[in-house]
């Protein structure tokens, strides 16, 4: 008999302590953001990067671009990006690209989109096509990141990416 109050009041103590410390945590966390996956992908004249949603179809269909750059308009970098206790807050989405135009002619571009987080991960795609991407060239290399003002919370980059 003795045994079930006590066991009782053990529970709402450490309760009581978890709850305790959970409140404490969450009034000092600060934003966290995460890049966990960067594609590139070639965009056609049409503006599609796949015939259909399979993704043999879209492997097969990018690799047709890469060997066939006249029906290349574009490309498409998809990012897999998420943020904690940031709910409410504007975060930016940056994508750097560096390539070789004409003459061999290193080219650099950027895109950024402003994104609102929310519980789960997002995928967020920025496009640099027509006109800018013709004047860009072969892509070389990538840098993402994910900021929240002038605080950078994460990046993922290529291999073949070096600072400035």
Do not use: C
């Amino acid at each position: 008999m003795l045994r079930l109050p006590a066991i009782l009041i053990l529970l709402l103590l450490l309760l009581g302590a978890f709850s305790g410390k959970v409140r404490a945590d969450s009034a000092s966390d600060s934003i966290k953001g995460h890049i966990s996956k960067v594609l590139t992908l070639l965009v056609d004249t049409n503006g599609i990067v796949a015939p259909s949603p399979s993704l043999f179809d879209r492997d097969a269909y990018q690799a047709y671009l890469l060997a066939h750059t006249n029906a290349v308009s574009g490309v498409r970098m998809d990012v897999a990006w998420s943020a904690r206790h940031a709910r409410g807050t504007n975060l930016k989405l940056r994508v750097e690209l560096k390539g070789i135009g004409t003459n061999g002619i290193p080219t650099e571009a950027r895109m950024e989109q402003t994104v609102t987080p929310s519980l789960f991960h997002h995928w967020t795609a920025l496009t640099l096509s027509g006109p800018n991407y013709k004047n860009f060239g072969v892509l070389a290399a990538w840098r993402a990141t994910l900021w929240n003002g002038a605080q950078l919370l994460d990046e993922q980059e290529s291999f073949l990416w070096s600072p400035p």
